[in-house]
């Protein structure tokens, strides 16, 4: 069935470099994907939204300079941590919008996550 | 802003028990309501959802209740078992909107 793929699943990586998660739509499109971070014993908290060939809209107190994020596609997007730093060490996860045809709704489906940490 | 709160925090249970998971939100307007569960280290298991048209949704052991009224949604466990620990999370959103998360319930079934 239709389902988000993220990659990498996990990466390290020293502080100071960026790094690049992916998050792909498969079997389906979306013009719109959320991004969430997961700190340690913590809920996810909505960073913000991508929208295909737009700019994408940032949640208060996230830093739009740092989390560069791109969706060029309808199957695509991605998230830059960029000049990564220790404290940005976080499980990073995306969703997508599916729409479900036996129900009729829209039901935002999850990759399975990215874990970052940062040296 | 749609706020989702969940109690307990925390919860620990023998096996074999009947359990309530409680969530409540701000913002009775909301499309779908998910309950989630998350193992350590892992990501999101979707369990239920339950869409703003109707009043409960049952898969196997588990059964939730949404009262939009209220703002409340509750998640029930039959017949606990050890397998069920696990944090549960619950979600709301609006039509086209993210989910927003409560900080979840973290639930410990001993055997």
């Known amino acids: 069935g239709a389902v988000v793929s993220q990659h990498p699943s996990w990466v390290i990586c020293k502080s100071g470099t960026s790094v690049k998660i992916e998050c792909r739509s498969l079997?389906?499109?979306?013009?719109?994907m959320f991004w969430y971070r997961q700190f340690p014993k913590q809920s996810l908290m909505l960073m913000a939204t991508?929208?295909?060939?737009?700019?994408?809209?940032?949640e208060q107190g996230v830093e739009k300079d740092k989390f560069l994020i791109n969706h060029a596609s309808l199957t695509l997007s991605t998230l830059t941590v960029t000049s990564a730093h220790p404290e940005d060490s976080s499980f990073y996860i995306c969703?997508?919008?599916?729409?479900?045809?036996?129900?009729?709704?829209?039901?935002?489906?999850f990759g399975a996550g990215s874990r970052l940490t940062v040296l | 802003k749609q706020e989702v709160t969940q109690i307990p925090a925390a919860l620990s249970v023998p096996e074999g028990e009947n359990l309530v998971l409680n969530c409540s939100f701000t913002?009775?307007?909301?499309?779908?309501l998910q309950w989630f569960r998350q193992d350590p280290g892992k990501g999101l298991t979707s369990l239920l959802l339950i869409q703003s048209s109707q009043r409960e949704q049952t898969s196997g052991r588990l059964n939730a209740s949404l009262d939009k009224s209220s703002g409340r949604s509750t998640l029930y466990i039959a017949a606990s078992q050890p397998g069920d620990s696990a944090t549960y999370l619950c979600?709301?959103?609006?039509?086209?909107?993210?989910?927003?998360f409560g900080k979840g319930t973290t639930l410990s079934v001993s055997s």
């Open positions: 079997d389906f499109q979306a013009t719109t």
């Open positions: 969703s997508a919008p599916l729409h479900d045809r036996r129900s009729g709704a829209n039901v935002l489906t």
């Open positions: 991508s929208n295909e060939g737009s700019k994408a809209t940032y």
């Open positions: 979600a709301a959103n609006q039509a086209g909107t993210a989910l927003i």
């Open positions: 913002d009775s307007a909301i499309y779908n």
